[in-house]
């Protein structure tokens, strides 16, 4: 029988949309035991919160978020507001019993996002962190294509999350649209917005990263906070690169920055093993490109895989081979991959726990920005 699972959302912004969407519909592809329903929203505006709540057909609104934990007749709470109030909101939530679902990064440091994970393994309630590009049915294809052996050793990991909106020194920092610029509220700047989602990927299909070294910048150093008009200090880092030494051996290279004119959200990695290569690009989401080493060499090269067939990852549960899908897209699969966890008592991942790993490496990454050394994760 098919059970209820009554959300709780905190928040209203794109990726409360983003979620919502995927709570939405997951059970219209995914038969996993479980029916989602959009009980409630919380947030303070409550004009905006409304308006969200009748777009999305929210059944009820809280304007404030304890309020929403307190209510029995919400199951989980998915957490989508800016980074500095995931912890009190996570911790609160699995105190109450509630699952945990959290947009990524779990935390602002490892430090702040150790109680989180303390809470919910306390609690012993199911929790997962949004790092949606997992679930993209390509890059699942690659991580499985890596287990498999196609590649081999692994000598090379390499990705890059490109953005250009920030360039001009007129961006405020703070308030609803800008707090990503805001240390206070994000923690970081893309190495904890952009760098972990390559980051939480690598370690995933390669690995835990070992050591690193990092080069971090802030290109505009004052800028004014949205709400109060006032100049102030710039404190996150405008881009990062990064070299890491995996615990396999392997080599990785990162970057991540808001500074590369022409790119809205170019996320692209590659991977280069003993017998073969592999890569992806987020701004052709639904291809692999692999290079077969094993193939006799006067038609050896690159082969572009679509990844829309039947026995492809979550394919099936789609349209017919050929048809493409979306970002959406990843955030059901997140979804649905949650419940199955519940239906089979496994815990779907990233966990907090996973989560918190990522939040580790971006600390070392912002600790040798500053000292230029290499950090030992
Ligand atoms: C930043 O612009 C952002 O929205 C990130 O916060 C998301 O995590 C990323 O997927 C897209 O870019």
Redesign the pocket.
């Known amino acids: 029988m098919t059970k209820q699972l009554n959300i709780g959302m905190v928040g209203y912004g794109?990726m409360a949309r983003a979620h919502s969407n995927a709570w939405a519909n997951v059970s219209h592809f995914f038969e996993t035991g479980y029916k989602p329903v959009l009980k409630a929203a919380a947030a303070r505006n409550v004009s905006k919160l409304r308006h969200f709540a009748d777009m999305w057909g929210y059944e009820s609104v809280e304007t404030d978020w304890k309020a929403l934990i307190e209510r029995r007749d919400i199951d989980a709470i998915d957490i989508c507001v800016p980074n500095d109030m995931h912890a009190e909101i996570a911790i609160a939530a699995a105190k109450a019993g509630k699952m945990v679902l959290c947009e990524?990064p779990l935390a602002r440091t490892e430090a702040e996002g150790l109680p989180m994970v303390e809470a919910v393994e306390k609690a012993g309630v199911a929790n997962m962190v949004w790092y949606?590009?997992r679930r993209v049915p390509a890059v699942m294809l690659i991580k499985q294509m890596v287990e498999a052996g196609k590649l081999g050793k692994i000598f090379h990991y390499r990705a890059k999350f490109l953005?250009d909106?920030t360039i001009s020194p007129d961006v405020p920092q703070g308030g609803a649209a800008t707090w990503?610029l805001d240390v206070d509220a994000a923690g970081s700047g893309v190495t904890g917005?952009?760098l972990a989602?390559c980051l939480d990927t690598a370690i995933w299909i390669n690995g835990s990263i070992s050591t690193l070294t990092a080069m971090t910048e802030t290109f505009i150093k004052e800028r004014k906070h949205a709400l109060t008009g006032e100049v102030q200090k710039v404190g996150i880092d405008d881009a990062s690169a990064v070299l890491t030494r995996f615990q396999n051996g392997s080599l990785g290279t990162f970057e991540s920055t808001r500074y590369a004119r022409g790119h809205k959200?170019a996320y692209t990695l590659e991977i280069n093993g003993e017998k073969g290569s592999l890569s992806w690009d987020l701004h052709d989401l639904n291809r692999v490109q692999y290079f077969n080493h094993g193939v006799e060499g006067a038609v050896r090269g690159w082969t572009n895989i679509l990844v829309t067939d039947g026995d492809h990852p979550y394919l099936g549960k789609w349209w017919v081979p050929g048809l493409i899908i979306g970002y959406e897209h990843s955030f059901t699969h997140q979804v649905a991959d949650f419940l199955y966890g519940l239906r089979d008592g496994k815990p779907a991942a990233p966990t907090f726990r996973d989560a918190l790993e990522t939040n580790r490496v971006c600390d070392a990454i912002l600790a040798s920005g500053k000292s230029g050394a290499w950090v030992t994760v």
Request: aromatic share 28%; proline share 0%; charged share 25%.
């Open positions: 794109f990524k949606n590009y953005q909106w990503r917005d952009l989602h959200a």
